[in-house]
Nanobody, 120 residues
């Protein structure tokens, strides 16, 4: 299972760090973060290879978000800086064997999500 945590309420311009921990299984080749805002479709945020050698970001978060892996803790992080109100969403981590982002079709396992609320 994947468990996302670290969400909360933050003011615009603030920071949060989300964590995605794998329990009972290891991450597959790719690990991603997606988000879904109220009334909107799920969208790709960031992805990283299992080896951590390659990371990708949606244009909307590029330069503000950083994805990383802690192999010892088997955890993937999403550091989110300079958050904007449009970043309010439930953030999900997912892992899979195929790189299909921005589509999530290649992700086989999804966590339950953590809510991030950015106030203006």
């Amino acid at each position: 299972q994947l468990q996302a945590s670290g969400g909360g309420l933050v003011q615009a311009g603030g920071s949060l760090r989300l964590s995605c921990a794998a329990s009972g299984r290891t991450f597959d080749l790719y690990v991603t973060w997606f988000r879904q805002a109220p009334g909107k479709e799920r969208e790709f945020v960031s992805g990283i290879t299992r080896g951590g050698s390659s990371a990708s970001y949606a244009d909307a978060v590029k330069g503000r978000f950083t994805i990383s892996r802690d192999y010892a803790r088997d955890t993937v992080y999403l550091q989110m800086n300079n958050l904007k109100p449009e970043g309010t969403a439930v953030y999900y981590c997912a892992t899979g064997r195929r790189r299909t982002w921005p589509s999530g079709d290649g992700m086989d396992y999804w966590g339950k999500g953590t809510l991030v609320t950015v106030s203006s």
